[in-house]
């Protein structure tokens, strides 16, 4: 049984996200680095898309190899 499992694109994206807004603030408030200000407001639903589409894709890629859902 060598089933190989891959890791959740969804769980990347938000990991990815993350860690991209960690670093904005660490190098703006730490280092003093001179980055455009980040306006929420436009940012939050581009995020949002972006993890429901990796959902999706991630989905129908495990449809596409006949597996079942977890839970089934």
């Known amino acids: 049984m060598n089933e190989r499992r891959w890791a959740d694109p969804g769980a990347i994206l938000l990991g990815l996200a993350i860690l991209a807004v960690g670093a904005y603030y660490l190098l703006v408030n730490t280092f003093g680095v001179s980055l455009p200000e980040l306006n929420w407001d ?13 959902i999706i894709y991630s989905a129908w890629m495990r449809r596409g190899r006949g597996e079942r859902p977890q839970g089934s």
């Open 42 to 54: 436009q940012i939050w639903p581009i995020l949002v898309i972006a993890l429901g589409l990796t």
